[in-house]
């Protein structure tokens, strides 16, 4: 197995377990044996479990990045549906069973947020570039015609996301995707109420 290799499947190893049982709780030594890597090796790569845990947020945010922009850059549809087709996608993806921890950053945000100042910048980072793809996507909406030219975009943006967010971590927290539906039917009911 190359060097590069190595990494990745470090960092694969690395976000389902952590993924699974959380950042703090996780030791070295089980992603080692799980990936069957040894500890020295792990040090060639990364100076530290910190810089470890920051490869695995930017690994995961740069592929859930292109998730989010594949649905609410889709101009074969228009932008107020593209959203509703990156929830429902969501909402699927955690019926079937597929992402049973729900989203990795929200789940390290609420763990490391409060604890690590480097955490919680990198993360927040990742929320706010993830916010601008709903923000541009509801500009859109705008420019259309399915919203009207004094919608906030900043602050809708920021519910979309901050809201999802919230019905994900309640979905976990009941094992039922009804905080998901009442979520998307809100905001297609109540909020995203195309013109």
Wanted: glycine share 8%; net charge negative; with cysteine.
């Amino acid at each position: 197995m190359s060097r590069n290799e190595t990494k990745q499947l470090l960092i694969e190893v690395g976000t389902e377990v952590i993924g699974s049982q959380g950042f703090n709780p996780t030791g070295l030594n089980s992603v080692l044996k799980i990936a069957d890597v040894p500890k020295g090796s792990f040090y060639y790569y990364f100076s530290s479990k910190e810089e470890f845990g920051l490869a695995i947020i930017d690994e995961s945010a740069v592929a859930y990045t292109a998730k989010i922009n594949s649905f609410l850059t889709d101009t074969t549809v228009s932008p107020v549906q593209r959203i509703r087709n990156y929830l429902e996608n969501g909402l699927e993806t955690i019926r079937e069973g597929k992402r049973k921890r729900g989203c990795l950053i929200g789940t390290l945000g609420q763990e490391l947020s409060s604890q690590n100042e480097t955490f919680r910048v990198r993360l927040d980072k990742v929320f706010e570039g993830w916010k601008q793809q709903f923000r541009l996507c509801l500009q859109a909406a705008i420019e259309c015609g399915e919203l009207d030219n004094g919608t906030d975009t900043e602050a809708l943006s920021e519910f979309l996301l901050s809201g999802w967010q919230g019905a994900i971590l309640r979905a976990k927290m009941h094992s039922s995707t009804s905080p998901l539906e009442a979520f998307i039917d809100t905001v297609f009911e109540r909020v995203l109420i195309a013109h």
